[in-house]
């Protein structure tokens, strides 16, 4: 990385930053109370929707109101997760001078390298796959591919090389990856393998359907992505492709781990309420990666916001903290910020993801032939 200047992150007049600054990220309950709320009571009614009930439940609910006395340590709370993120930004920043350091234990990955041996067990009593399998799932549009390919120009020294994964240049014609599509990192590697994916339906059951077939079977590299609402001219064109039948004659690989890929713009979107098909889509993110299909064990799916070169730090700060207060998850640990730059910090953001989701799947492999011991 020998002469790249490492530019910091930068602050407006109007972003500089204040650990006693009143933030005003709203609690889930103070968006958009009229356009989101009597669209889902709406629905709720109807009795048609059971999530949308229990999702308007949820949309009172969260966080405290102010005249409740959780109210103050609340809102300290909060501050300190926002200093916390922010801080994230600058150790990430220093750190980046040992980038290669970083890359080194990715690159040195094997499957099972990081299995913690307790209850006395060791690596020979887990069922290790030859090749880990890291699934990429997302909404439609927030970047998944173009995640593949950042990915792959960290760890291969090609700069000439084209970029792997098809990349959508309009999102809103046709739905971009209609097909299972797996990549070696680095090419030519078996250590482990991206897997990237249809972007989700708005419907949350079908979605579920689809993502429970691929963590019970398995995933094949070129399978076919077909949905029930699919329509019959598209679902004729994707079973029928001649050159795409390939992939019934592909092992089945069980996904090792999932990584959740969210446009940030569109969660900052949702955040000021501008709209209830961006609100919608935040329901649909969050009841598909609460799903228990997505965890393993007490663990769950790894999140990378992307298209964050689009705003300023201190948005990009607000959507990590929504998103980690929406999901449940520590958002400078688990959600990383991934922007469309190529500079250090973005690298080792990419390896410090990637090196997440790679010691999760290692510490959730399953023994073999299981059986539980005598105590």
């Avoid at 968006?31 to 009571?41: A, S, V």
């Avoid at 009172?60 to 200093?83: I, L, T």
């Avoid at 959508?168 to 680095?186: A, H, K």
């Amino acid at each position: 990385m020998g002469g790249e200047t490492i530019i910091p992150p930068t602050f407006t007049s109007e972003e500089e930053y204040s650990v006693d600054q009143d933030f005003s990220l709203p609690s889930l309950s103070s968006l958009n109370p009229t356009l989101l709320r009597d669209y889902l009571r709406m629905k709720a009614e109807d009795g048609k929707n059971e999530s949308d009930r229990l999702f308007l439940e949820e949309f009172d609910k969260m966080g405290p109101q102010s005249s409740s006395p959780d109210f103050e340590a609340y809102h300290k709370r909060r501050q300190k997760v926002y200093k916390e993120v922010l801080q994230s930004y600058d150790q990430l920043r220093v750190r980046s001078m040992s980038l290669n350091e970083a890359k080194y234990k990715v690159l040195s990955y094997f499957p099972g390298i990081w299995i913690e041996n307790v209850g006395g067990k060791k690596f020979s009593d887990y069922d290790v796959p030859k090749t880990t399998s890291l699934l990429l799932i997302g909404p439609k549009g927030c970047g998944k591919s173009s995640l593949v390919n950042k990915i792959s120009r960290v760890f291969e020294d090609d700069n000439f090389a084209p970029e792997r994964a098809q990349i959508s240049y309009n999102p809103s014609v046709g739905d971009g990856t209609y097909y299972l599509q797996g990549y070696m990192i680095p090419r030519g590697s078996a250590s482990f393998c991206l897997y990237d994916s249809r972007g989700l339906a708005d419907g949350t059951s079908e979605n579920i359907n689809v993502i429970q077939n691929w963590m019970n079977n398995g995933v094949r590299h070129g399978e076919p992505v077909i949905r029930k609402s699919d329509d019959s001219s598209l679902r004729r064109r994707m079973k029928f492709k001649p050159r795409e039948l390939g992939w019934k004659f592909c092992r089945p690989r069980m996904v090792n781990f999932v990584i959740f890929v969210v446009d940030a713009v569109s969660v900052l979107k949702s955040i000021e309420g501008h709209g209830v098909e961006d609100l919608l889509c935040l329901q649909m993110i969050n009841e598909v990666f609460k799903h228990p299909c997505l965890s393993f064990k007490d663990d769950k799916p790894v999140v990378v916001i992307t298209h964050g070169d689009l705003l300023s730090i201190a948005d990009r700060v607000r959507a990590r903290v929504y998103l980690g207060e929406l999901l449940g998850i520590p958002p400078a640990k688990q959600i990383f910020d991934i922007p469309e730059n190529h500079d250090p910090v973005t690298e080792l953001t990419i390896v410090d993801m990637l090196r997440y989701s790679l010691e999760h799947a290692d510490r959730n492999l399953p023994y073999k032939n299981w059986v539980m011991e005598n105590v």
